[in-house]
């Protein structure tokens, strides 16, 4: 895959600089549709299994093989699944033979959890609801 | 709001088991469908803008008639985007008077971010992809 996503998402060469900071500012228009695009791609049940599946595999990858027997869906469903996943830079695969391995591309979580971090040393302003205000 | 999703994400009384392990276990299908839909949510730009507003806005809270100019769409449009993100727990909102406000959850975006995040001391496999095996 290229690595448009991640250019994207991690927009300035400061290694501090990781997130276009969803918590912290308006995201702009184009910062918005390709991190959607990612989210988009964990916006699904069967992925979301998939990922879980490759991410927590000891060793770091799994073939395809072992992946479609925990559902009952048809390979091509599952390959789709899969590659809407790698689409959205959150997994890499290699064929080698008759199979696939998947491994998961951990930058992209961490940026994705970088982005859904509050900053340090400004927590939110506290909230409490007030008494009969809301429905 | 109820706090449905809260419970099904943070699945343990344990203070330290914020999340059901996106990266370090298999996620079980129930788990599944309810992450999926808060990662649905924020699947969509529109949504992915207004919750970023939303969060950043100093004091905490935003009038919906602060929000609706940012974008050239009708007004219930915006409220329908707003009713998914607060449906999937990421933000609340109160009426007074002729106005909707609202806030962000942090719970929520916490637990996301935990949920994308390596455990650890549990650093992934460092992969390098051998050379000429992918195309």
Same mark, same amino acid.
């Given at each position: 895959?290229?690595?448009?996503?991640?250019?994207?998402?991690?927009?300035?060469?400061?290694?501090?600089?990781?997130?276009?900071?969803?918590?912290?500012? #308006?995201?702009?228009?184009?910062?918005?549709?390709?991190?959607?695009?990612?989210?988009?791609?964990?916006?699904?049940?069967?992925?979301?299994?998939? +990922?879980?599946?490759?991410?927590?595999?000891?060793?770091?990858?799994?073939?395809?093989?072992?992946?479609?027997?925990?559902?009952? +869906?048809?390979?091509?469903?599952?390959?789709?699944?899969?590659?809407? +996943?790698?689409?959205?830079?959150?997994?890499?695969?290699? *064929? *080698?033979?008759?199979?696939?391995?998947?491994?998961?591309?951990?930058?992209?979580?961490? !940026?994705?959890?970088?982005?859904?971090?509050?900053?340090?040393?400004? #927590?939110? #302003?506290? !909230?409490?609801?007030?008494?009969?205000?809301?429905?």
């Amino acid at each position: 895959m290229s690595n448009q996503e991640l250019v994207v998402l991690g927009q300035s060469d400061d290694a501090g600089a990781c997130c276009p900071g969803l918590l912290t500012a #308006p995201l702009d228009e184009g910062q918005a549709v390709e991190l959607a695009k990612v989210f988009k791609a964990l916006g699904d049940p069967v992925r979301l299994r998939l +990922l879980s599946m490759i991410a927590s595999r000891a060793g770091g990858e799994v073939c395809v093989c072992d992946l479609t027997p925990a559902f009952e +869906l048809s390979q091509p469903t599952i390959s789709h699944h899969l590659k809407l +996943l790698r689409q959205a830079g959150l997994i890499d695969c290699e *064929r *080698r033979g008759t199979w696939v391995y998947y491994w998961l591309v951990p930058e992209m979580t961490d !940026r994705l959890a970088g982005i859904l971090t509050r900053p340090a040393g400004e #927590p939110m #302003p506290e !909230r409490t609801a007030p008494a009969g205000a809301t429905s």
